[in-house]
DNA sequence: CGGACTTTCTGCATCGTTGTAAATATTTCA
DNA sequence: TGAAATATTTACAACGATGCAGAAAGTCCG
């Protein structure tokens, strides 16, 4: 049915590896006529090589896994994004796997037998277990990406938490801000990305001679829009006097606008609110969401950089990378 | 280094094939007491199964293929949890890959050669030309997802995009709106998207007793918030008589809608906005977007279901499914 | 003219898994 | 008890591509 190999060594009258060679390109192993001759048939038959073969063979596909808790974050679309536009620039491909949010195996994703689909395998943790991770045991190379503590075998990218969530509440301090909520925030898990951004939160206050109030911290079960503007709505009926909002994530943030709006409150003159990760639709709000920016472009590089070394088979001890962040004012917070 | 299938036959002391009915479960064709040996030393080996070598071998993986044009677009973030999901019910996989925005060739991910590693293949076709969907020859079932106008022979899964947009338009109309733009309309390409929804918008006027402005189509570079935010804006400095636009989809609208802020207008009561697609985040803008609601799920599950047909080999013609739309009023029209 | 090279090409084994058919062990029943 | 039937287990050959060692064929030089 499907044209193999052997198909085109017979159609062009030479031995399996000689197509071999001439598919591959390997230098002098050929004569110019008779991969002319291989070249033609190829053409002549469709040919097209069997990646799930080659990777057996020879444990390459060029194709590198990117494994997301879920598809539809935009989080995660913009990291994709970036992602499959740096890889390329090497001649590798990415292909998107959800970890979370199926229905029976949570970790089916990443299972070794999946994982060693690829050549590499990206993985972002956020909200993954710490012991979830620490299981895998593979000889695929695998980059973390996100903002958890997680074990030190592995090479990760990630950013400075807390500093960023520090410059975030300090710049609503600036600009007038003196009580503060955090959405989003928490503390289980000393390792989280919610307890570091809140520390971040709450040393901004001290260090501006400010007590964090003792209800500032709004937990969420989720960090989701729909779970921020209810909880936003409903604490600003209680405590009015809220005049400054950071959220631990844009998403967050979104639906942070829409309580505060809920409320019926106005934003930035009433409530002011910075937001975390810099999506790109923050800027088209109304008003435009002042927010953290990561250097997405300086993490993304890095991780391709680091699967570029560990595929090459570069036997250096684990990375470790912060990626330095950033504030970007917009119409959230005032002048 | 790894563990494979013959190092678990030599711990538990039985052949190779043995080993495989134990993993693969066949029923009645191993022992009992072999079994547990044999799954004993599966646990203490740690062994899992080679995906690649099994597809090799039996051609299939549980793995399906989305093809999107990008990662970073929210409705595909969407498209591709829904699947997810669905797809998990039948215990397939869900690996999701960018056709589009890589450096050098296009459609790499369109390759024969890509498309047979998996069971089946999900191809969203917004941005695609006829042509290149065209070419696909392959043996792995395909799917389209989308609102062009595509080769007949592959299974199709679209919406109606003339009534959704007759729906749309009509409802700017009822809600009192006069002077109507199409932000995103357009002609080229009977075929396309753009250019069906265009027609139900010229025809919602034509069957409200309305002309259509001959300067109502607003064409963009792309489907982009930044790009339909700009041109709003410059449109509206323009003819400030504009008070009802549909925007062509959900994502364009949040550019809309920053647009007509920039002109200094208000959303409802200066100019209404009706999108398309009924993304998640549109529910939470202020106000909350008025859009069309394809009947997401209906169309997940026709695909999936299309998908489970076609691997399990049914040879019926090819279908092509037009989901309904229906209209969800909130705060960007008037009550 | 013959050995030492080079160039070009080939056969074989292999990656890890599974279908097939046949071999061996066990049970059943006359 | 022994033949027939059933239950387990096994060897072998694929799937398609490629590394390796080496075979032909051609080239060079003393």
């Given amino acids: 049915m499907t044209i193999t190999m052997r198909d085109v060594a017979r159609a062009s009258g030479v031995s399996l590896m000689t197509v071999s060679n001439v598919i591959n390109g390997r230098p002098g192993a050929v004569g110019t006529e008779t991969r002319l001759r291989v070249l033609e048939a190829v053409e002549r038959l469709g040919y097209e090589v069997n990646l799930t073969a080659r990777r057996l063979r020879n444990g390459l596909t060029g194709t590198v896994g990117l494994i997301v808790p879920r598809f539809d974050h935009p989080y995660f679309g913009e990291l994709a994004a970036r992602l499959a536009t740096e890889l390329a620039k090497t001649g590798r491909h990415l292909s998107v796997e959800q970890s979370g949010a199926s229905a029976e195996g949570e970790l089916a994703a990443l299972s070794h037998a999946r994982i060693a689909t690829y050549d590499a395998v990206l993985l972002s943790v956020v909200g993954l277990h710490y012991d979830d991770v620490d299981k895998l045991q593979t000889s695929v190379p695998i980059v973390l990406l996100g903002e958890q503590g997680m074990p030190r075998r592995f090479d ?16 609503l301090i600036e600009r007038g801000a003196r009580h503060l909520l955090i959405v989003g925030g928490g503390d289980e898990g000393r390792q989280s990305m919610t307890a570091a951004r809140t520390r971040g939160w709450e ?22 829009v729909a779970c921020a503007r209810i909880a936003v709505r409903e604490r600003l009926a209680q405590t009015p006097e809220i005049d400054g909002i950071f959220a631990v994530t844009d998403q967050v943030a979104f639906g942070v606008m829409a309580g505060v709006h809920d409320a019926g409150l106005r934003v930035p003159e009433d409530v002011q609110i910075v937001g975390f990760d810099n999506l790109a639709l923050g800027e088209h709000m109304t008003p435009g969401l002042t927010t953290i920016d990561p250097s997405h472009d300086w993490m993304v590089q890095r991780a391709a950089a680091l699967i570029d070394q560990r595929i090459a088979g570069q036997d250096v001890p684990p990375q470790h990378l912060i990626s330095p962040s950033m504030l970007v004012a917009r119409g959230t917070t005032r002048e």
Same sequence: chains 1, 2.
């Fill in 156 to 171: 990760h990218v990630q950013l400075d938490n807390e500093a960023g969530a520090h410059l975030a509440t300090g710049h």
């Fill in 203 to 224: 040393r901004a206050q001290s260090d501006a001679g400010l007590t964090p109030r003792p209800d500032g911290v709004l937990e969420l079960a989720e960090l989701e």
